[in-house]
């Protein structure tokens, strides 16, 4: 498994992004998948998960509303549609899969909400 994030950038509160995770390795047995983030002197937090299959999905109530995660297995990619950003959204971003196979990690991608 191997995990590539990619989409962040700066923009502006009300702004929208698309954050993409690739994974260019085995797909094998990974049962779900997630973001997650961690802002400047905070803890990594959860942001969205989903299970292989695309059948069930995840959000932290801080998100609810706001982003849409999904996934392409055909690509094998994973997406976070995040609308309506706002500065408290600024963090790193990680992409995340897990299975019987272990827990991976990307090297994350920075989102930065200015207001």
């Known amino acids: 498994v191997q995990l590539v994030e990619s989409g962040g950038g700066l923009v502006q509160a009300g702004d929208s992004l698309r954050l993409s995770c690739a994974n260019s390795g085995s797909t094998f047995s990974i049962d779900v998948m997630g973001w997650y983030r961690q802002a400047p002197g905070k803890q990594r937090e959860l942001v969205a998960t989903?299970?292989?299959?695309?059948?069930?999905?995840n959000y932290a109530d801080s998100v609810k509303g706001r982003f849409t995660i999904s996934a392409d297995n055909a690509k094998n990619t994973m997406y976070l549609q995040m609308n309506r950003l706002q500065p408290e959204d600024t963090a790193v971003y990680y992409c995340?899969?897990?299975?019987?196979?272990?827990?991976?990690w990307g090297q994350g991608t920075q989102v930065t909400v200015s207001s």
């Open positions: 995340n899969a897990a299975g019987l196979i272990g827990i991976y």
């Open positions: 989903i299970t292989n299959d695309g059948g069930s999905t």
